[in-house]
């Protein structure tokens, strides 16, 4: 059989057209994926600078004020006009007035985080930033017990919403795989607060005296200050990609549904409670608080008195033992820029390096438990707060990504960081001054909760990688 000529010339030409076309759309469809790349750069800059580097700056402002209150515990003792002494507090009171901070923390947070969402991020951090820069100028003026309590109290509830506000608010704009790294350099900005708060304690250490008043009056009138700045700065907080004003129109449309239909949203009126009811229902709501309580008081609590225990290991003044307060943490940030550095790169996993940070943590306390050597003793002081600063943003992005929808994003960001907050209730009096100067009984304590919150984190993963199995073969056979 033979064919027409004219007939093979005209499937030749079809074929090349066809061939042209399809080059030309894949052309056009890099060329798009080009243009989005380099959009979605230009606008995460934009949104980087206010949700991580503003948010970073305010929290090393946020942990300078709870971390100044255990520095001044010992300033100026040798001078006889430390806090204690001058409002009369027994170690127990001392002891309360720390955790009394805790207590409105936690009761606060769940609602304070909401709360977000019903007066808008911009407007709502303002009044928190605002709110707790007043009280902590007004603890210098505290008279007594009763009044330090209620001072404490305000701080709290104003400081209550912060940290998971900022988590909440980048679930409306990052997806869960650009958290990490994200989080990480919030996180390590506020490890350097105390190193900050330290720095600063020494420096007014000098100013006992001046205006008659003692210096850690000046401590508390000082570092309020900045937090009342910066809250007038928050009003110009982009709030949601929907209505960001920093943001053109295209910009706009290209971040609509970008983080994916789970992800909270800041479309007026949107309340979806029933994300709520699923949420109560889920057990990782139970093992990652049973996790955040335990890590809270086994790894953190000794934070609550860190300047005290490295006073009483016996080889420095109060003066130069504010100085050495700030090793473990300038450690915990760099520690954890590194460890959030290799998240973003997928070279470690969140689960496995949690388990890990733990274990460290635990065999830090073993030695402080058995060596007597108080070199060897501070280094691993360095070491355990190192790790324990870093426990909770290595699995912060994997308890966002498993919260849907907007109340539950909020209600669960604030439940879970809320359970923290037993690190201030239990770890003041887990680290009385009463198990000084050796603090054994403490460190067994703390053991113990680690144990328990590696056993949690263990669940967590099994839970989260059923449910994740289980929803591929659901997509899978949707297909």
Known sequence: MVLNSSKVDAVIDNTEISERGDNAEATASQELANINSELEKAVLRKIDFWLVGFYSLVYVFRVIDSANY????????????????????????????????????????????????????????????????????????????????????????????????????????????????????????????????????????????????????????????????????ALWLPDYPETARMLTDKERAFLEDRVGEAAPTGKKGLWDFRSLKKLVRDPTLYTFSAYWVCHGIGGFGVGTALPTVIYELGFTTTSNS??????????????????????????????TTAVAIESAIIACYIILFTVHNAVVRYLSLIVAVSCAGSAYPVIWSERIRLLEGTVASGFGIGWTNAMAQFSGIAGPHVFSTVYGPTYHVSYGICIVFLGVGITSILITWLLVRRSDRKQQLEQGLGR
């Open 322 to 351: 504010q100085l050495m307060n700030i090793p473990p943490y300038v450690s915990a940030f760099i520690f954890l820029n590194v460890v959030g550095y290799f998240l973003h790169k997928k070279s470690i996993r969140p689960w």
């Open 70 to 233: 255990s520095n001044a515990a010992i300033i100026n003792l040798e001078n006889g006009t430390g806090i204690k002494k001058q409002l009369g507090l027994s170690p127990s009171q001392w002891a309360w007035t720390l955790s009394i901070f805790s207590y409105s923390y936690m009761i606060f947070e769940p609602s304070n985080t909401l709360a977000m969402k019903v007066f808008s991020p911009s407007r709502w951090m303002f009044v928190l930033i605002l709110g707790w820069g007043i009280s902590a100028c007004s603890s210098s003026a505290a008279q007594d017990f009763k009044g330090m309590m209620c001072v404490r109290f305000a701080i709290g509830v104003a400081e209550a919403g912060f940290y998971p506000a900022v988590l909440y608010h980048m679930a409306f704009w990052y997806k869960p795989s650009e958290m990490p790294q994200r989080i990480a350099i919030f996180y390590s900005a506020g490890q350097l607060s105390p190193a900050v708060s330290g720095l600063l304690a020494y420096a007014v250490g000098f100013m006992d005296g001046l205006g008659g008043l003692a210096g850690w009056r000046w401590l508390f009138l000082i570092e309020g200050l900045p937090a009342i700045i910066l809250s007038v700065i």
